[in-house]
């Protein structure tokens, strides 16, 4: 079965400054992967997804930008966090005719 | 109308109840339909598959309604442990993504 990590658990960042988030899956070649937010209190919102290398589907135009330089590896990045970016930023990896499996996310806190 | 939608609770329920979730979705030509779990402060954990037929994995069943595009999760003898958010999910047509609700909120109490 897929495993998916995602780090760092837990980030305290200031207004304006930058962000990377990383993920990478094992036990799957070739998955269309996802990043999700889910802000307190509130449903997924899907924000990029990609069905292969160099290809990213950007749900949500934002401050945020996503790239996949690696077939299992997916990155979340920002040049200038807001607090409206506060929330909780899952990976999820998909197959088609399997399910959707998510990391453990990445709770960010933006001050 | 939003793709996926379900009555946000929350549910508060004594242990050994039987409790229902419903759903609803828009698109007539999705083909595949799940239910998610998803803890506090967790990330969501696949619960069920919900197949045309009706399925069920012990103290759960799924339902699922082509025609009216309705989904349902009955969950029987409740336990403490089955206190969590329950998420409905449905397939975008386009096979690249899927559509989640917002989630039932369901607490079962001693």
């Known amino acids: 079965s897929q495993t998916i990590h995602q780090w760092p658990a837990t980030l305290v960042q200031p207004v304006g400054s930058p962000l990377s988030l990383e993920c990478t899956v094992e036990g799957t070649s070739n998955p269309n992967l996802y990043w999700y937010r889910q802000a307190a209190g509130r449903g997924l919102q899907l924000l990029f997804y990609s069905v292969g290398i160099g290809q990213i589907s950007s749900e949500v135009p934002q401050n945020l930008s996503a790239s996949r330089p690696q077939d299992r590896q997916f990155i979340l990045s920002s040049k200038k966090l807001l607090l409206s970016d506060s929330g909780f930023y899952l990976c999820?990896?998909?197959?088609?005719?399997?399910?959707?499996?998510f990391g453990p996310g990445t709770r960010l806190l933006v001050l | 109308r939003k793709e996926v939608e379900q009555d946000p609770g929350p549910f508060n329920v004594p242990e050994g109840a039987t409790v229902a979730f419903n759903c609803t979705y828009s698109?007539?030509?999705?083909?595949?339909f799940f239910w998610y779990r998803q803890d506090c402060r967790k990330e969501p954990k696949l619960l069920m598959s919900?197949?045309?037929s009706g399925n069920e994995d012990g103290r759960f069943t799924a339902q699922l309604n082509r025609a009216s595009q309705y989904i349902s999760l009955l969950i029987r003898d409740s336990k403490l442990s089955d206190s969590a958010t329950y998420l409905c999910?449905?397939?975008?047509?386009?096979?690249?993504?899927?559509?989640f609700g917002k989630g039932t909120s369901l607490l079962v109490t001693p």
């Open positions: 919900v197949y045309s």
């Open positions: 999820a990896s998909y197959r088609t005719q399997e399910t959707q499996y």
């Open positions: 999910v449905v397939n975008r047509p386009s096979g690249y993504a899927l559509n």
């Open positions: 698109n007539s030509a999705s083909q595949s």
